[in-house]
């Protein structure tokens, strides 16, 4: 059983491109969160997704966006990239009905923004 | 506003000597508290969770954590520390009563065991 995967591994935009971010959450598992993690921080949360509309948001700008597709699987996008949105971005996933089980999580995707 | 407070960046103990990681929070309502653990370029990995219950919560790898209402803590502890045990952990809280995963995560705490 594939846990949740996240593609690409690694990524490097300059300031002012755009980013698309991809995940597949565990099998049996339909809500899928976005996590920032800046450089010796704690993550941060993005935004929640669950039939396929954002349900949760957290303090950041409308330059992030995402979207659920019909199998469960995300994208998270990044409009005019900024240096600070260097990070590694976390998916995270869960399911819905099953409120206080935790979330888990991929192993990220590192983004450096030159 | 939930927030978590984890006071040390950094905390050094022998192998085979007890280690304690300290977490505070804050939050409106019910806490649903957990414990993750971040290696080196890897996502974070589930320790353990406090929903409700017993104060005194076990998980992964022989770690536990006790849940102080009064105290707003949830320490994360292990009776004999391992140099694989290396790594650094994230406590982190969810309101109960909002719905939803939005869940709010320490700065995190570096173990060091030393061999």
């Known amino acids: 059983d594939a846990g949740v995967t996240q593609s690409p591994t690694h990524l490097i935009k300059t300031r002012g491109q755009q980013v698309t971010l991809r995940c597949s959450p565990k099998?049996?598992?339909?809500?899928v969160s976005w996590y920032q993690q800046a450089l010796g921080q704690g993550p941060q949360f993005i935004f929640q997704?669950?039939?396929?509309?954002?349900?949760q948001r957290g303090n950041f700008p409308d330059r992030f966006s995402g979207h659920q597709f019909p199998n469960y699987s995300s994208e998270l996008n990044v409009n005019a990239l900024l240096l600070g949105d260097s990070a590694l971005y976390l998916c995270?996933?869960?399911?819905?009905?099953?409120?206080?089980?935790?979330?888990?999580f991929g192993p990220g995707t590192r983004l450096t923004v030159l | 506003a939930q927030s978590v407070a984890q006071p040390e960046d950094q905390v050094n103990v022998a192998e085979g000597n007890p280690l304690t990681v300290k977490c505070t929070y804050s939050?409106?309502?019910?806490?649903?508290l957990f414990w993750y653990v971040q290696y080196p370029n890897r996502g974070l990995q589930f320790l353990l969770k406090?929903?409700?219950?017993?104060?005194l919560v076990k998980g992964s790898y022989g770690f536990e954590a006790e849940f102080n209402k009064s105290q707003t803590s949830f320490h994360l502890k292990k009776p004999s520390a391992l140099v694989s045990d290396s790594a650094l952990y994230f406590c982190?809280?969810?309101?109960?009563?909002?719905?939803?995963?939005?869940?709010?995560f320490g700065a995190g705490t570096r173990l060091f065991v030393k061999a």
């Open positions: 997704y669950y039939e396929e509309e954002e349900r």
């Open positions: 982190a809280v969810r309101a109960s009563n909002t719905g939803g995963f939005k869940t709010i």
């Open positions: 099998s049996g598992h339909d809500t």
């Open positions: 995270a996933s869960s399911w819905r009905l099953a409120g206080t089980n935790e979330q888990f």
């Open positions: 406090y929903i409700t219950g017993d104060n």
């Open positions: 939050v409106s309502g019910n806490p649903y």
